[in-house]
């Protein structure tokens, strides 16, 4: 979700100010994808490698995630919508940290849309943090190494019980993946749009969904 401070900077606004704009594009690209069916949704929403933003933005980001929490979780357990978090929540504040885990809590039993924040989030720290643990088991003798194939190495991922992205949408016109999901996204399709991600809809959501629609994948095959 790319371009929240270009979208600010354009409008003489300030970068948080461009970061709370985002928030409302949040909004409606989880309702309407709720509204189309789909099974999963996940949104970068925080890497560790933003923790080198200067420190005031870092903390203004974090209080919006605070009172984003407060303020919409209630609508999305009313929605039957499904948390999760892939990242590492110690490297956030406790409070906050605790409040993104009473959020996975509180809609457990949802069925609907999972919504699955990546926070604290880095691609390649997900991969070296499968191949420590598998390491320490086979270290320990409950594990084979020979016993280690794709299987169960996507077992030690953060969430393997979610399916690979079928679509990875990148906003703001870059056209890089930047460290997300680099196990998960093999055989994803890419959709990149020069829209800034305050600007995303409901409306772009479907625009993505349609050019995908319209790919044949082969997933390696003929």
Do not use: K
Request: net charge negative.
């Amino acid at each position: 979700m790319d371009g929240n401070g270009r979208w600010a900077q354009r409008r003489g606004l300030s970068r948080t100010q461009g970061h709370r704009a985002a928030v409302e594009a949040i909004r409606s690209t989880v309702r309407r994808a709720s509204e189309l069916g789909l099974r999963c949704l996940s949104l970068f929403a925080f890497s560790t490698e933003n923790l080198q933003r200067p420190h005031d933005e870092v903390e203004s980001i974090f209080q919006l995630f605070d009172e984003c929490l407060q303020r919409e979780m209630p609508a999305l357990r009313a929605e039957n919508v499904r948390v999760e978090i892939s990242g590492d929540l110690a490297l956030l504040p406790d409070e906050l940290g605790q409040r993104f885990a009473e959020a996975v809590e509180s809609t457990a039993h949802n069925r609907g849309l999972t919504v699955n924040f990546c926070v604290m989030y880095s691609g390649r720290h997900e991969i070296v943090r499968a191949a420590r643990l598998l390491a320490e088991e086979a270290a320990s003798g409950a594990l084979r190494p020979q016993a280690i194939d794709a299987r169960l190495f996507t077992s030690r991922l953060y969430h393997p019980e979610l399916p690979d992205p079928d679509l990875l949408i990148r906003t703001g016109g870059e056209l890089r993946v930047s460290n997300f999901m680099l196990w998960q996204l093999a055989y994803t399709e890419l959709y990149f749009t020069p829209t800034l991600w305050p600007d995303f809809t409901g409306h772009e959501l479907e625009l993505a969904i349609a050019d995908y629609q319209r790919r044949e994948r082969r997933f390696g095959r003929v």
